[in-house]
């Protein structure tokens, strides 16, 4: 049962339920870009990315990754395991794309031989700054045995959802990742959708995720949908 609101993110709400290890995570029609500068709606978005991240995670519970996913309490809401939000947000990085062009001489579409794993203190009052291993132990973010063990799940989750976005015709430039403790264990936990991902297409090298906002590049309900499409076509049935 869905009790009272615990938080409210930019584009998620977490509600407690009547069981302390459940909460509900709800994913909302609200958008946001340059740490929340630019905001909009965007009708549908939040039934998409729940269904995205729903279908992937379920994919990679398969391949043996644990997840924070429980079951669906809706069309737009997932009961998942409450765990403690390491603040960390992994960024994986197969194409180069976004923020890495800018702070550094990589032009835009340059292909990394092997995936880039980098780390950034979720932090909106800080700025997410970027964090190294000795930095997050040191401030008490983490632990090295558990950086160790969040790169190795990040690298095995790159490798499978680069051939699986494949199959359905979506390259994977970079995207993002956050993880959480639950005794004692590691477990992939917010989403996987196009709020959280660089998705271009194989064909024509279009976006098909948030940079259409960040960048008024055209149609984002219709792009996200797209995604949906070919990721979770039941839906559409
Ligand atoms: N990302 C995210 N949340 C953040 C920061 C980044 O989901 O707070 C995702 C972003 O959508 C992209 C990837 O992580 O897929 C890399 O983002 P980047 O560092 O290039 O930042 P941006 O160019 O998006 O500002």
């Known amino acids: 049962m869905k009790m009272e609101q615990l938080y409210s993110g930019k584009a998620k709400t977490i509600y407690k339920t009547d069981d302390p290890t459940k909460f509900i995570s709800q994913f909302r029609d609200s958008l946001t870009a340059f740490d929340g500068k630019k905001k909009s709606e965007v009708a549908n978005k939040g039934y998409c990315n729940a269904q995205i991240t729903k279908k992937i995670y379920e994919m990679l519970e398969e391949k043996d990754i644990k997840t924070h996913l429980i079951e669906m309490a809706s069309d ?4 998942v395991h409450a765990v ?8 994986v990085r197969n194409i180069a794309a976004g923020s890495i062009t800018r702070k550094y001489p990589v032009a835009e579409g340059t292909i990394f031989e092997n995936p880039i ?11 997410d700054p970027m964090l190294n291993e000795d930095i997050a132990v040191a401030l008490g973010i983490s632990t090295y045995a558990e950086i ?4 190795n799940i990040a690298l095995k989750i ?16 970079d995207f993002k990742l956050e993880f959480g403790r639950k005794d004692g264990e590691i477990l992939l936990a917010d ?16 976006s098909l995720d948030k940079d259409i906002f960040r960048f008024d590049k055209g149609d984002i309900s219709k792009a996200y949908e797209e995604v949906a499409r070919r990721i979770v076509p039941d839906i559409f049935d």
């Open 76 to 79: 737009t809401e997932m009961l």
């Open 84 to 91: 403690e939000i390491i603040k960390i947000e992994v960024i």
């Open 117 to 127: 794993i980098a780390f950034d203190y979720k932090s909106d009052e800080y700025g």
């Open 148 to 151: 160790e063990q969040i790169r």
């Open 158 to 173: 790159n490798r499978i959802l680069v051939e699986y976005l494949d199959e359905k015709g979506i390259l994977l430039p």
């Open 191 to 206: 989403e996987i959708s196009c709020d959280t991902c660089r998705f271009w297409d194989k064909g024509t090298g279009e």
